[in-house]
């Protein structure tokens, strides 16, 4: 199963939005960890928390997903899909392939 993931970092006060195709627990450890490079944005601090998560059926929908969401650019969007279970629908079936 492949996941899009939201992190939040309390002390940047800023979201992460990602997409991956293994362990979502280690990824999440992997960004706290700084594994991705002194030079990945998840660097700059280690308290990153999963704020939101959606299930795909494969890596290529949790990829279009994830660039959906980063597109909108508002962290305002991103606390509204945990509000609103029907813009979490909306933006997930927008991504499914045709």
């Known amino acids: ?6 992190l939040h970092s309390a002390i940047l ?9 293994e362990d979502l627990e280690q ?13 990945s944005f998840t660097s700059i601090t280690n308290d990153w928390v999963l704020f939101l998560k959606f299930d ?3 890596y ?14 508002s962290s ?3 606390q509204n899909l945990t ?5 979490q629908d909306k933006i997930f079936n ?3 392939s045709t």
Do not use: W
């Open 83 to 87: 509000k609103y279970a029907e813009l």
């Open 94 to 96: 927008e991504t499914k």
């Open 60 to 73: 290529a929908h949790a990829i279009r997903l994830e660039r959906k969401i980063k597109s909108m650019k």
């Open 76 to 78: 305002v969007y991103i």
């Open 56 to 58: 795909c059926d494969n």
């Open 27 to 39: 990824r999440i450890e992997n960004h706290n960890a700084g594994t991705y490079g002194a030079k």
């Open 1 to 6: 199963m492949s996941h899009t993931y939201i």
């Open 13 to 21: 006060n800023k979201f992460y939005i990602g997409a991956c195709h």
